[in-house]
């Protein structure tokens, strides 16, 4: 049986990083001073030598003025109807980074999966809605200035403009967050 959604290639996000930064009219030393990187890493990255982390991303992101989710959205911009995301397809990033787009392209959707450890050290601030939902282990969730535990099998829904930050609990914690796409409108 043919599967019309797989794919060879892993995603350009490389390419994605450096089309941003062109958009910007930023140089690789202004981004770097930006996200905190060295030139020569974010150069590695930008011509497929090197493989971000999730941070790696999100300051790089940061620096661009998106965010990582749409810097991987764009790196496998291919619009499908229907697509089948494998366990094993590559993402883009660096293999330890625990997390994977299920969600490939741009879409109204973004849906990633986080696995092992996540450290509560970053903010998150979406302008559209989110759900988190804990497929194994346990999270610890701060929104609104309170406090939530979530086990394996809790959902919890953030509506757009609320400040979030969030970690895994236990080993093992698999987390996949869901989120409106904040670059199209709804209907």
């Known amino acids: 049986m043919n599967d019309a959604g797989d794919k060879g290639a892993g995603p350009r996000l490389g390419g994605a990083v450096r089309r941003r930064r062109r958009a910007l009219d ?18 590695q990255i930008e011509n497929e030598r090197a493989r971000p982390s999730m941070r790696s991303l999100q300051r790089i992101a940061d620096a661009l003025n998106t965010t990582a989710v749409e810097l991987l959205a764009a790196a496998d911009a291919t619009e499908r109807a229907v697509d089948v995301v494998r366990a094993g397809d590559d993402a883009g990033l660096s293999p330890d980074a625990g997390v994977r787009p299920l ?17 509560a050290d970053r903010e998150f601030l979406h302008h559209n809605d989110e759900l988190m939902y804990v497929a194994d282990g346990g999270a610890e969730v701060e929104a609104e200035g309170r406090g939530y535990t979530l086990s394996k099998g809790d959902t919890l829904y953030l509506t757009g403009g609320v400040r979030h930050r969030w970690r895994a609990t236990l080993p093992g914690t698999r987390v996949l967050v ?10």
């Open 103 to 119: 969600v490939r392209g741009r879409h109204q959707m973004h849906a990633l999966e986080f696995t092992g450890e996540r450290a």
């Open 178 to 187: 869901v989120a409106v796409s904040d670059h199209i409108g709804g209907s």
């Open 26 to 43: 930023l140089t690789l030393a202004a981004v770097a001073e930006r996200s905190g990187l060295s030139v020569p890493f974010l150069s």
